[in-house]
């Protein structure tokens, strides 16, 4: 529908009078607004829809589940926060301070990234520094971080108006099959690990390399007992659906997928199948949704089949030539750009885990400054209020919305809390050693 003139002054004025009077913020001070796009009756609607968005998260925390913003800074400046400063606009990435309070985020999981590839000490020792760059990051930002270890220092921290800022190691890889390693990475503030990342441990499949183990190894499921010892939430966002079903049977504590979405409404093999939706309400896990863009669109199956396919006769067509195979697919993929996600996409996948695991299993894991493809209206840090205002579209209630937002994983955060404290007083540390468990014969 197209706006009379007369009409679009009318809507002009009344944004303009709404910036002047405080009820939302100048078009510039936000990147990707919902209002930009609003025409005629929608627009009084969508205003308000907003305006209630931020008021929720001033109410209650949202916590979002992964943002690699450390893995940013290592590898555009060197870790070097002078070089990335966050109290500046860092328009090149999606995340600096301003966003983040634009975006009401009251808690953060930062995420302590190094690649699968990096394996061995090199990987033990590359997560330190990372889990050093969040460390240096409360340090030198003091009035607008601090460093939480427990779901109370969430809620204390974001009472005093700041972000609370949380350390998820993501993938099992950087402890080097050592529980002595899982345990000092602990210590050092690491509250999630995630069992892999692209590709297999030792002890765990990942989603995305060929089956090794059928799940976890008995060392891995040693692994995820030690977490809960811990008190360290079990992430298995990137992990195959049988790792999934083992940590879930293994596992005295709920656990979380920090950024992952539903399979039933995107077949991807990073989102989780309605199989394990349907196991969460028993364990108390969440689901921390994310704004991937190739795992939010439903077209993200058949686009992956097809590219499989290209990719599958390139190698036929150049056996044993993989740089032909590369230089082709990368051509195809130039003619057959990947499917655009949308907003309405991500709170789809919020309606299906509510629909299969319920409420309570709900959470949000964008994976800004984890990834280029994003949709939307959900373009960087600053635009969470957009997907709140969208579930107050789609009826929620506050009370749901605000566990979405975060209570929800606080409730887990308590839950893993609870069963380190009872396990610590049963048993000590685990000795266990891969070597003894996962015997080759």
Request: glycine content about 8%; proline content about 5%.
């Amino acid at each position: 529908m197209r706006l009379t003139v007369h009409a679009c002054v009318f809507a002009s004025t009344l944004i303009a009078f709404f910036v002047l009077i405080g009820v939302v913020p100048a078009l510039s001070d936000v990147e990707g607004p919902a209002l930009s796009h609003v025409e005629g009756p929608a627009l009084e609607q969508d205003t308000a829809l907003l305006q209630k968005a931020r008021e929720l998260h001033r109410q209650s925390p949202l916590i979002d589940g992964h943002n690699d913003y450390p893995w940013e800074l290592r590898t555009k400046a060197d870790r070097d926060f002078a070089k990335l400063d966050m109290r500046t606009s860092l328009t090149q990435l999606h995340t600096d301070i301003a966003r983040l309070r634009q975006g009401g985020v009251g808690g953060q999981f930062w995420s302590v990234y190094v690649p699968a590839s990096m394996a061995g000490q090199d990987a033990v020792r590359a997560t330190m520094e990372e889990i050093d760059t969040v460390h240096r990051m409360t340090q030198r930002y003091p009035d607008t971080f601090e460093l939480a270890l427990t779901a109370d220092d969430v809620e204390r921290i974001f009472k005093a108006g700041k972000i609370a800022s949380l350390i998820g190691m993501e993938g099992g890889h950087s402890i080097d099959s050592s529980l002595a390693a899982l345990r000092m990475f602990h210590r050092m503030g690491a509250r999630y690990m995630t069992i892999t990342h692209g590709s297999n441990t030792p002890w765990a499949d990942s989603a995305t390399d060929q089956p090794a183990h059928g799940g976890l190894t008995r060392f891995g499921e040693e692994v995820v007992r030690e977490m809960n010892w811990l008190g360290m939430l079990v992430d298995l966002s990137h992990v195959s659906p049988e790792t999934m079903e083992d940590a879930l049977r293994v596992a005295a504590a709920p656990v979380i997928f920090s950024h992952s979405s539903a399979r039933g409404v995107a077949d991807h093999p990073r989102n989780v199948p309605d199989a394990i939706l349907q196991k969460l309400p028993q364990n108390g896990g969440v689901v921390m949704v994310t704004f991937v863009g190739g795992f939010i669109t439903p077209e993200t199956g058949p686009y992956r089949k097809a590219e499989q396919e290209e990719q599958d006769r390139l190698r036929k067509a150049n056996p044993g030539n993989e740089q032909a195979v590369k230089n082709g697919i990368e051509a195809w993929r130039k003619q057959h750009p990947e499917p655009t996600a949308t907003l309405s996409q991500v709170a789809d996948h919020i309606d299906h885990i509510r629909k299969v695991a319920g409420i309570d299993h709900i959470g949000i894991g964008s994976d800004f400054d984890g990834t280029t493809s994003l949709p939307k209206g959900l373009e960087n840090v600053s635009t969470y209020p957009n997907l709140t205002a969208e579930l107050l579209r789609r009826k929620y209630s506050d009370q749901d919305i605000k566990k979405i937002l975060g209570l929800n994983v606080l409730r887990a955060m308590r839950g893993a809390e609870k069963v380190s404290a009872r396990l610590r007083a049963e048993r000590p540390a685990s000795p266990a050693l891969i070597e003894q468990m996962d015997k080759k014969n």
